[in-house]
Every structure is written in structure tokens, then in C-alpha cells.
């Protein structure tokens, strides 16, 4: 059996930290979600280094226009840092108050709704698109599938 090695910080800014003091308690559900997705979908590399950055909304969409020329405001951005052979390091920055929207607009919980941010970052770095309608329902069964996974495991609900 391949052996594989997941090094998950979490981060946050100051402006997340003041949206959520107790961002870092968020730490073991994100975790597992990164690691669910890992264990399955990139079973290739047998490390991965990936930060997970919270932010606010404004904060996140500056990144969105310094990085990708978009000026407009997402949940979520996957960056790739390092692809090798063996090991994948990548970051994943996180909008709170997208998080929060989005989980209001789906009734479900923010922490379930960041699970599910973490588990799309992930299906990206796997090689999952969005972009065509196809592309975009076979990302979301996944998406559907870890999220049980995480309920099966009672980490979120």
C-alpha cells in the first residue's frame, strides 16, 4: 500500500480572525475533507503540502485581480504551487463571508459549506473543472459524494 503524507496548515488573516475568532477550530474538519479528497482523487503523489488561507471577502477578491486579472469577488481560489512526480504543494484561499453567503443561500452551516470550499480547491488540484455544464455536474456528484463522506464520519452534518 503507497504510503501518503498530508501536511494541512490552516491560516487567517487578521481580517478572518475578526469575522471568526474561533477560525482555528475549523482546523480537523478541513483537514479531513482535504484528506478525503487526497487519499482518493490524487493518489499519485505520495506527499501534499496544502495551506488553507481564510480571508475576507475584499481581501480574496485583491488576490483574485493581482492573480488572475478578475475583479470580482469568489469564494474560493486553487493555486498550484509545485508539481512534482511525487509530492503536490498548493494553497487554497478562502473568502469567510462568501462561506457564510453561500451557506445561507444553501441552509446548510458554514462549517459544511467549508468543508465543501475545501473539497472543490481539492477536485480542482485533482483536475476537475467548472467551466463546461458536464464538467461542472461530474465536480458536483464528487463534491456530493465527499460531503457524505464527511457526514458518514460525523464531522459535519
Keep these: 500500500m503507497k504510503r501518503h503524507s498530508l501536511h494541512f496548515t ?7 480572525k475578526k469575522l471568526d475568532p474561533k477560525w482555528k477550530k475549523l482546523e480537523p474538519l478541513l483537514e479531513q475533507a482535504a484528506d478525503d479528497v487526497y487519499r482518493e482523487e490524487l493518489g499519485t503523489f505520495s506527499k501534499l503540502h496544502l495551506s488553507v488561507i481564510l480571508q475576507t471577502d475584499e481581501e480574496l477578491r485583491e488576490l483574485n485581480v493581482r492573480s488572475l486579472q478578475h475583479d470580482y469577488y469568489t469564494d474560493i481560489l486553487t493555486f498550484e504551487i509545485d508539481r512534482k512526480e511525487h509530492s503536490l504543494s498548493a494553497e487554497l484561499y478562502i473568502s469567510l463571508h462568501r462561506a457564510r453567503e453561500n451557506a445561507l443561500h444553501y441552509t446548510v452551516g458554514v462549517r ?3 468543508a465543501h470550499l475545501v473539497i472543490h480547491g481539492m477536485l480542482h488540484l485533482a483536475g476537475y473543472s467548472d467551466k463546461q455544464a458536464r464538467a461542472k455536474k461530474r ?3 464528487k463534491e456530493r459524494y465527499f460531503l457524505e463522506q464527511l457526514q458518514k464520519q460525523n464531522h459535519i452534518e
Aim: proline letters at 0%; zero cysteines.
Design 10 to 16: 490552516l491560516f487567517a488573516t487578521a481580517g478572518a
Design 112 to 114: 459544511n459549506e467549508l
Design 139 to 141: 465536480m458536483q456528484r
